[in-house]
T-cell receptor
Framework: GAVVSQHPSWVICKSGTSVKIECRSL??????MFWYRQFPKQSLMLMAT?????????EQGVEKDKFLINHASLTLSTLTVTSAHPEDSSFYIC???????????FGAGTRLSVL | GEDVEQSLFLSVREGDSSVINCTYT??????LYWYKQEPGAGLQLLTY?????DMKQDQRLTVLLNKKDKHLSLRIADTQTGDSAIYFC??????????FGAGTRLTVKP
């Protein structure tokens, strides 16, 4: 299957700082990538759809100024959590849609802990 | 909104078959998926099925789809301890907007 790489896998930061998470499709080009958030023992919650070369589409209730998404190339999307607070601590997972199969492949996730 | 439901827990003995069930409400679903998540990891695509298919088999995995009842199941034959994980059912209409179930935690006892 196609490979999606997500970095970092775990980050600890102080409250008020910003954190950038990268999502890369390694062996295919992805015009569309997705960012999810997962709370402990819960399912995935779609935060936003990232489209290469255009603005991301955010789900209702997700602050676009808080969670900045940039999809500047066909293989890279970034999520920046700005002015992080402890309530932003969570597991963030990205996925990329492989265009020939039309299937989403997921990264390994990033565990964010805000102190 | 449209829902995807699955039972939260399943426990089986090593060597037995596991059957994880899922129901969905969107009759327009075109893709249905099963993902596996191990602790602290992302989601691994196990298999998927198009809505015009009834069954798909891949080695130890068998997916059954009853489109009339909107019921999807995943059968794992000869379940091993390494199969212990959370299994997510998901559906989409065009693979752009996926809806996930809450996940079924499979525990395999030796």
């Amino acid at each position: 299957g196609a490979v999606v790489s997500q970095h970092p896998s775990w980050v600890i930061c102080k409250s008020g700082t910003s954190v950038k998470i990268e999502c890369r499709s390694l062996d295919f080009q992805a015009t569309t990538m997705f960012w999810y958030r997962q709370f402990p023992k819960q399912s995935l919650m779609l935060m936003a759809t990232s489209n290469e070369g255009s603005k991301a589409t955010y789900e209702q209730g997700v602050e676009k100024d808080k969670f900045l998404i940039n999809h500047a190339s066909l293989t890279l999307s970034t999520l920046t959590v700005t002015s992080a607070h402890p309530e932003d601590s969570s597991f963030y997972i990205c996925s990329a849609r492989e265009p020939t199969q039309n299937i989403q492949y997921f990264g390994a996730g990033t565990r964010l802990s805000v102190l | 909104g449209e829902d995807v439901e699955q039972s939260l827990f399943l426990s089986v003995r090593e060597g037995d078959s596991s059957v994880i069930n899922c129901t969905y409400t969107d009759s327009s679903s075109t893709y249905l998926y099963w993902y596996k998540q191990e602790p602290g990891a992302g989601l691994q695509l196990l298999t998927y099925i198009f809505s015009n298919m009834d069954m798909k088999q891949d080695q130890r995995l068998t997916v059954l789809l009853n489109k009339k009842d909107k019921h999807l199941s995943l059968r794992i034959a000869d379940t091993q301890t390494g199969d212990s994980a959370i299994y997510f059912c998901a559906e989409s209409r065009n693979n752009n907007d996926m809806r996930f179930g809450a996940g079924t935690r499979l525990t395999v006892k030796p």
